[in-house]
Antibody
Framework: QVQLVQSGSELKKPGASVKVSCKAS????????MNWVRQAPGQGLEWMGW????????TYAQGFSGLFVFSLDTSVSTAYLEIRNLKPADTAVYYC???????????????WGQGSLVTVSS | QSVLTQPPSVSGAPGQSVAIFCNGS?????????VQWYQQLPGTAPKLLMYGNGNRPSGVPDRFSGSRYGTSASLAITGLQVEDEADYYCQSYDNSLGVYFFGSGTRVTVL
């Protein structure tokens, strides 16, 4: 069965960096895009962007370029989200999510990781 | 601010029907981009509820139905059940910004 297993919770100080991992299993990793979604405490879902798992080409939503970096290690079917220069406003649960049709403007997200809580506090 | 607007809350008694509307514009829903819906139960990751405007993934009860018209979309829940109490989000593509968006989210409360 399809599974996306994310790394655990992180507590970081402002200015630090964090790298969240997302290991996929149960399907061919390069057959589907990997998306990242943020949910701040008590807030709604924000689409951060997605990465094409064959080419490694990443598309970032407004407000998520520069300090947010998507990457892959296809040899171990794992996607990564790195967040640099963390701020308290980055405190949130971050989800990796498998996508369908993302290259064709009709993306839907069918399998979600369990989420990784990143807390930024001094 | 999301480009897709939803009412903050909707409520209904068990067995009743409710509808959640997702209001967009000519650069997203009105441009015929597909609308998806997700359900997030308290304390859990979201789950795909509807894709391609009105298609249910395997395992989603037929009490849930979706449609798109003009610059809006809706998710209808008939025969409301206690376990339907959750947050619901619409999602589509916006061609003026070139990215995907979630709606602002709607909390469904079963009275």
């Amino acid at each position: 069965q399809v599974q996306l297993v994310q790394s655990g919770s992180e507590l970081k100080k402002p200015g630090a960096s964090v790298k969240v991992s997302c290991k996929a299993s149960g399907y061919t990793f390069t057959d589907h895009a990997m998306n990242w979604v943020r949910q701040a405490p008590g807030q709604g879902l924000e689409w951060m962007g997605w990465i094409h798992t064959e080419t490694g080409n990443a598309t970032y939503a407004q407000g998520f370029s520069g300090l947010f970096v998507f990457s892959l290690d296809t040899s171990v079917s794992t996607a990564y989200l790195e967040i640099r220069n963390l701020k308290p406003a980055d405190t949130a649960v971050y989800y990796c999510v498998r996508g369908h049709g993302c290259s064709f403007k009709k993306c839907y997200l069918d399998y979600w990781g369990q989420g990784s809580l990143v807390t930024v506090s001094s | 601010q999301s480009v897709l607007t939803q009412p903050p809350s909707v409520s209904g008694a068990p067995g009743q029907s409710v509808a959640i509307f997702c209001n967009g514009s000519s650069s997203n829903i009105g441009a015929y981009y597909d609308v998806q819906w997700y359900q997030q139960l308290p304390g859990t990751a979201p789950k795909l509820l509807m894709y391609g405007n009105g298609n249910r993934p395997s395992g989603v009860p037929d009490r849930f139905s979706g449609s798109r018209y003009g610059t809006s979309a809706s998710l209808a829940i008939t025969g409301l059940q206690v376990e339907d109490e959750a947050d619901y989000y619409c999602q589509s593509y916006d061609n003026s910004l070139g990215v995907y968006f979630f709606g602002s989210g709607t909390r469904v409360t079963v009275l």
